[in-house]
């Protein structure tokens, strides 16, 4: 862990399997800690979209992979005021939405499974991780991109659950789609993240696990920054605060 444990938290890993509300709660917590949000996901999504704007099979390894290496990725400050968390930039292209698209969607756990795609995206992301006072959200921050951070926290929730979520995000988003395709692909993505040879998605053996199944993302949020606020105490040596209950259940949602 810390190579200082007095000093208060500086580097949040967020891991968990997709819809779980990473991004959610990694964005409230940023910002509540006046942190830097880094949501990992963009970077594999926008080499997704690279490869399907120039007519590359996801599936082909060599290609894909050399693609990696050549494209420029950015993840800047929201641009434009369009409810975004953030603007992506391929090539000086802003992707924000386009990464979104259900052909993406479709086709990142293919890609993001190669090696070396892997290996590009995880040495830009060390080098955002060296600054510090950073919220990074992935599925292998934990275990490979950060495997020292201050606090590691695993974020599930049942695959129900998540896929009803996404399926409200893409209402909301004017992109609707049916509730039992959501949840085919969802099942699809995890079975694919959990599977994957290079970094399959599991929590850290430090990480703390919340199962926000029961939980919405208010209470999510408040937990988590109940989290942080007693790690930083136990820190500093001063008696710690007891944490909310994790994965809460039988409440009203
Ligand atoms: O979190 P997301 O749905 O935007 O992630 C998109 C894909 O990228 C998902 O299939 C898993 C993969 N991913 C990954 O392998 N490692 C990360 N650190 C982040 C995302």
């Known amino acids: ?39 990992t996901g963009v970077m594999y ?39 975004r968390q953030y603007t992506v930039r391929l090539d000086g292209q802003d992707v924000t939405w386009a990464i979104r698209r259900p052909d993406v969607d479709a086709a990142v756990s293919v890609v993001s499974a190669f090696p070396h795609v892997r290996r590009a995206m995880v040495a830009q992301q060390r080098r955002v991780a060296r600054d510090g006072n950073v919220v990074m959200v ?19 929730a049942s695959v129900e659950a998540r896929a009803w979520r996404r399926y409200h995000e893409l209402e909301r988003r004017g992109a609707p789609s049916s509730y039992a395709d959501v949840l ?17 998605l599991r929590p850290a053996q430090d990480a703390f696990i919340i199962d926000c199944t029961h939980m919405n993302a208010d209470e999510t949020l408040a937990h988590v920054i109940a989290l942080v606020a007693e790690q930083n105490a136990a820190r500093a040596g001063a008696p710690a605060q007891p944490a909310a209950v994790v994965g809460a259940s039988g409440d009203d949602r």
Do not use: W
């Open 1 to 39: 862990m810390a190579d200082s444990p007095n000093r208060p938290i500086r580097t949040i890993a967020i891991d968990g399997p997709a819809g779980a509300g990473k991004s959610t709660i990694g964005l409230g917590l940023a910002k509540q800690l006046g942190f830097l949000y880094f949501d």
């Open 45 to 83: 999504r926008a080499v997704t979209l690279a490869a399907l704007q120039r007519g590359i099979a996801p599936d082909d390894e060599d290609a894909v992979s050399q693609l990696a290496e050549s494209v420029l990725i950015e993840v800047l400050p929201p641009s434009v005021d369009d409810g």
């Open 138 to 156: 992935g599925r292998d921050i934990g275990t490979v991109v950060m495997p020292d951070a201050d606090l590691k926290i695993y974020l599930d």
């Open 184 to 200: 085919t692909s969802m099942r699809q993505r995890d079975e694919l993240d959990l599977s994957r040879t290079t970094s399959p």
